[in-house]
């Protein structure tokens, strides 16, 4: 299994008091990892458990500091819209304050491919895309296209109803 890693970019993270995946099982996948050639990093929190609440509050600043490379997919699910500001599609509003967000997202090529539940708007970040200035772009936002294209900053694109 883990030759099916070498290309993906792997973080671990436990907690210090976490009695379920215990710190020493995780540093031993880790160390399994690296061995086996993938590209991993380990992260051992204090004070932590096996479940946290708020993860996300830690996850998303971790992975956007570990990023080896511009992420090609971003799959994201948390309460808040203010935790997606640091990569190339920023979530801008959201329909019910009550509920989860849930966001997915794949670049390929000149098209945007976007499956969300729960979100209004976001915008594309072309700051931190490598598309030429007034490319077209084809965004598919839950089954529906539009062509965009390229522009400095953020471009926003908002739900039909």
């Known amino acids: 299994m883990m030759r099916n890693l070498t290309n993906v970019p792997v973080i671990l993270v436990n907690g210090d ?4 995946v215990t710190p020493d099982m995780a540093k031993s996948l880790y160390h399994r990892m690296v061995v086996a050639g993938v590209p991993a990093s380990f992260q051992l929190f204090r004070y932590g458990v096996h479940i946290q609440p708020n993860t996300e509050s830690i996850m998303i600043p971790l992975l956007v500091k570990h990023r080896a490379s511009l992420a090609t ?4 699910t948390f309460a808040s819209e203010d935790r997606s500001s640091d990569d190339w599609l920023k979530i801008q509003t959201r329909r019910d304050r009550l509920l ?3 966001l997915i997202a794949r670049r390929i090529k000149t098209n945007i491919y ?3 539940s729960n979100i209004e708007s976001f915008c594309i970040n072309f700051d931190r895309l490598d ?3 007034g490319q ?3 965004v598919a936002w839950n089954g529906r296209g539009t062509m965009i294209h390229a522009d400095i900053g953020c471009v926003p694109l908002k ?3």
Do not use: N
């Open 17 to 20: 008091r976490d009695t379920e």
């Open 73 to 76: 997919r971003i799959d994201y």
């Open 100 to 102: 989860p967000m849930k």
């Open 114 to 116: 976007v499956q969300s």
């Open 131 to 133: 598309y030429s200035l």
């Open 136 to 138: 077209a772009v084809k």
């Open 159 to 161: 739900t039909r109803h």
